[in-house]
């Protein structure tokens, strides 16, 4: 083994000068977060891989898809001779693609979720992470503005994308004489993708603590992260409906789940369906023009839940700072 | 004063137990700059837990100064001047080697992605292998290429060979002291694989059950200690000058004396044997054996 040839252990060693600081490039905040959120997309790659798998495959079913249905409405002349009627399963069909592409969303970022901070301890890798200089805080709130912000604006975009693609397969194949009805109506189009962004948007706020619970789960539980995110709920439902025969608990996970669409009022718009005999079909231009921007930001349960998730974030980020178990 | 000002770690009557069994007892020490300290101590000792209470790994009670700045409150500033790697083996196995450098370059101000190429380029390792496919010696390298192009001022390393081969092992020590030492930085590591480092430590701390055994630079280590090796027929003479600790070695019996110089120690026991400074891996064996003095 070889010895620095300087008298390392001799009594001149220099003093301390400042320390070896060159010129230090400056990391603003921003810059890192963008560092920290691209790492999340390196290591959970189900994040891009699986929307953009989904979109594939429903761009590719534009092609075989069988005009039968289409054929079907168009021989009910009298319902679907309406434009007003066709417009509303174009706005729908729009819609329904967009479904499988948003399912698929929510469950890949609940196992993310769930994973992120979990695996690092698991893989021990924390250990390298927690050698650079990114605060706990800096490091939960990327994996919180991965899940709540960049993956479903991202998905936002994706479904903008196939919508289009999609479409313009489909009007190109009715207009080449595979039959049906062709259909594109921009107005009914900048519509439903205004309605749908604007639902994203409400997630984002009506799901953060949801979220900023599965973060505490993950980064708290030291084994079974799925069972613990489960477990619990279950238990309390059972428990209240045991001991007191009430379902407070379900109620509340039912309206943390979906009760925000309630706020937005989504009955009252939907009446304004199109009916004509025994067939119906929701407008969702009707709902986008009766659409009251404002009520969910008005619901004070909203911003309950966003300082519930402030808590819940705080609480991840003091476990992965604190906890020494690795 | 001026210790206290400069001592790159300060430990004062540092605690931590975990239940009833206590890690670290009461440790003080002070690691002055520019120094390669030696954190030494068998399985259990307390060295894991000293080393994450130097890096804000752990909370713990007395007072621990490291670079002036109170790991436990300050650990984010810390980090922009410490470094370490913890165990080989935390990298990641999904990570890419060219996104290992893109996130050090992307998080800290003081990485020079360069030199971590450079050193990248004298190893087999492919910017786009991913950690996985790396053998462990190489992701024990490609660790060291990010660490060591981060322009710190302190850098800890636990067990960094653990599990390498001699080939490894000499390879890291010998690009720690030639690319990366000088003397504003500070090394401290621990080990137990201690014949290894001996050369290249400047300083000693023997830590035990909780407690350091033995605080000193290699230098001062023979202004206080002796080793006596003497033939058994003079073993019952040497015994008399009160050794503490020996040990036969073929048929021949080495013995350690404390608190005394070669030239001391040689007035009394002219001629038994011979008398050289105990190297440090005997050293530490001689102090554990003795247990806790």
Known sequence: ?326 | MNAAMTAVIEARGLKKSYGATSAVDSVSFAIQPGRIVGLIGPNGAGKTTLFKAILGLTQFDGDLRVLGRDPRSERNELMQDVCFIADVAVLPRWLRVSQALDFVEGVHPRFDRSRATDFLQKTDIKLASRVRELSKGMVTQLHLALILAIDARLLVLDEPTLGLDLLFRRQFYDTLLNDYFDKQRTIVLTTHQVEEIENLLTDVIFINRGHVVLDSSVDALSDRYVQLTVSSEHAVRARELKPFYEREVFGRVAMFFEGQTAAELGKLANGLGEMRTPSVADLFVAKMQRGVS
Request: net charge neutral; aromatic share 12%.
């Open chain 1, 1 to 326: 083994m070889s010895t620095p040839e300087t008298n390392l252990s001799g009594a001149d060693v220099a003093p301390v000068t400042a320390g070896p600081v060159n010129a230090v490039a400056h990391r603003s905040a921003v810059q890192t977060m963008i560092v920290l959120i691209r790492r999340e997309f390196w290591e959970h790659r189900a994040l891009w891989m699986a929307p953009l798998v989904i979109a594939v495959l429903l761009v590719v079913c534009a092609f075989p898809v069988h005009m039968g249905p289409i054929a079907h409405v168009n021989a009910e002349e009298g319902f679907w001779s309406s434009d007003s009627n066709r417009r509303a399963l174009f706005a729908l069909m729009q819609w329904g693609l967009t479904v499988p592409q948003y399912i698929v969303m929510a469950i890949v970022l609940n196992f993310y979720l769930l994973d992120c901070l979990y695996v690092e301890r698991k893989d021990r890798s924390i250990l390298f992470w927690k050698s650079m200089p990114v605060s706990d805080a800096a490091t939960v709130a990327s994996k919180l503005l991965t899940a709540l912000v960049v993956v479903p604006l991202g998905v936002y975009l994706l479904t903008v994308v196939t919508n289009l693609l999609f479409s313009a397969i489909w009007v190109a194949r009715t207009s080449w004489g595979a039959g049906g009805v062709p259909m594109w109506d921009t107005v009914v189009w900048l519509k439903v993708e205004a309605l749908m962004l604007y639902g994203v948007i409400v997630s984002m706020f009506w799901y953060a603590p949801l979220a900023a619970y599965l973060i505490l789960v993950s980064a708290w539980a030291r084994r079974s992260v799925f069972l613990w995110a489960t477990l619990p709920p279950v238990f309390a439902i059972l428990v209240e409906r045991l001991a007191f025969g009430t379902r407070y608990v379900t109620g509340l996970i039912e309206y943390r789940t979906v009760g925000i669409w309630h706020a937005v009022d989504l009955e009252h718009s939907i009446e304004h369906t199109m009916t004509q005999g025994h067939n119906h079909i929701v407008s969702l231009t009707g709902v986008f023009d009766k659409l009251d921007v404002s009520l969910p930001f008005l619901n004070i349960d909203l911003w309950l839940g966003l300082a519930v998730a402030a808590g819940f974030v705080f609480a991840a980020a003091r476990i992965r700072r604190y906890r020494d178990d690795t």
